[in-house]
């Protein structure tokens, strides 16, 4: 079992940067890819970032690609996102999320991670 907690969330102006962590306990962290999703007002959760185990390969959706950064920490069991150039149209509720496999196919699947967070609000003011 995997508990995950983000933080990290708040109230931001347009322009300004962001880094949300999200703090991995209860198996050994290292052995997960991890994943990054929103879930925007009356919306689908839809997929933001993902790495591998090791932090050696990262994934983004394409149209958020050059202002979020997904990194790790595995000593600190932590997975960040940097979300730089904040826009209004990124508010939404971010969730990290961890896998029993070690593998990243279909990583912009939600239903491909087992293991999720309570998320974090973000709220961009315009």
């Known amino acids: 079992q995997v508990l995950l907690v983000e933080s990290g969330g708040g109230l931001v102006q347009a322009g300004d940067s962001l880094r949300l962590s999200c703090a991995a306990s209860g198996r050994t962290f290292v052995n997960n890819p991890m994943a990054w999703f929103r879930q925007a007002p009356g919306k689908d959760r839809a997929f933001v970032a993902a790495?591998?185990?090791?932090?050696?390969?990262?994934y983004y959706e394409h149209s958020i690609k050059g202002r979020f950064t997904i990194t790790r920490d595995n000593a600190k069991n932590t997975t960040y996102l940097q979300i730089d150039v904040l826009e209004f149209e990124d508010t939404a509720v971010y969730y990290c999320?961890?896998?029993?496999?070690?593998?990243?196919?279909?990583?912009?699947?939600?239903?491909?991670?087992?293991?999720w967070g309570q998320g974090t609000q973000v709220t961009v003011s315009s």
């Open positions: 999320a961890a896998r029993q496999t070690w593998d990243l196919d279909n990583y912009d699947r939600s239903y491909t991670w087992q293991y």
């Open positions: 790495i591998s185990r090791t932090g050696g390969s990262t």
